[in-house]
């Protein structure tokens, strides 16, 4: 049965990452898939994260299964991170995934199940897997303009007028910080023009946060999702725990879904729970179970959050050590945009061209589109970065 099936087209990011570890060069420089490192170029555990795991492993007493909604102490700390009290608990409901991948597969299922004929509005561009996601399930989608190539900051005038045309039944996906991957930001006023937009047309916004506290901070980061819960009947959001917490491959998500009233609330908790058991069963305890112990024991959530806030503060001078190190060697603040992104990404906005030779003859590996990971940088890394993109005539 296998000769029907076509070659699948290479995931860019995951292909990026294998090419990169085929590269024999010592001094090859990985600002590919969106992994936070330290100065050291390692990706460690979060020492809450440590911590909350030796507690497991010396509590832990079975390892009998949850549920396919998953762990409900889990839920709804998660709630709180993200809603914190923007919105009434009787009409939130939320199911444990695994990974944020897993909870925008489940939601964007939940969508066709309600409501077959939905179309989901994404941002040009976006992560690619959205695509594939709403691909596999079934979805139709269009784009909504976001990049302003010129500026790379937010097309907010072009983005709002094709909102304009989403009516009820359409959906439309927004990342809640840390935009993937231009790293061109809404502000709260555009929050508050989307939440009036959403209401004045009657779509329902799907929030895909997946880099809470590496924008602006924990609370900051939460605004979009909260102004819009404030105001709208219903949303949708798909959270990732794999950055925040740097429990990449454990697979910890959640999905959550504020609805009209407290009965429909049930309703769609009750349809994730099924889509959740068709799906995978049940999801992963294990880092779940981390995050939840992180969550609410006071003590190891300050240490979390003060090691999160030190990995935001990290980007920032990154970010900011970049466009001075372009402005030096350039005399042009042409490069500006760089600093005031936010989040592992930034678009740079060089040809595919440059982004090859960066490639081929510097060892420099960014994303096709040229997006970069920013944590992928360390102050050596500026430099070879910034002589790389002045060789290319970036
Ligand atoms: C990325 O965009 O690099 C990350 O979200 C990792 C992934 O799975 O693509």
Known sequence: MFETLQTPPPDKILALSAAFRADPRADKLDLGVGVYKDEAGATVILRAVKEAERRLLAAQS??????????????????GLVFGDAAPKDRLRAAQAPGGGGALRLLCELIHRAERGATVWLSDPTWPNHQG???QVGLQFRTYPYFDPA??????????????????????????????????????????????????RGFTPFVDIAYQGFGDGLEEDAQGVRILAASVPEMLVAASCSKNFAVYRERVGCAMALAASPEAADLAKANMGLLARVNWSMPPDHGAAAVAMILNDPELRTDWAAELESMRLRMLTLRTGLADALRARTNSDGYDFLAR????????????????TLREAHGVYMIGDSRINIAGLNAAGIDRLTQALIAVGF
């Open 133 to 135: 996601i709403l691909r």
């Open 341 to 356: 992104h936010r989040g592992m990404f930034s678009l740079l906005g060089a040809t595919p061209e440059q982004v090859e």
């Open 62 to 79: 079975t390892k009998t299964y949850v549920a396919p909604t998953g762990d409900e102490a889990f839920n709804a700390a998660m709630l």
């Open 151 to 200: 500026t790379r900051d937010v097309d907010y005038d072009a983005m709002r007028s094709a909102l304009s045309e989403a009516g009820p039944g359409d959906v439309v996906l927004l990342h809640g910080c840390c935009h993937n991957p231009t790293g061109a930001n809404l502000t709260p006023e555009h929050w508050r023009d989307i939440a009036a937009l959403a209401v004045d």
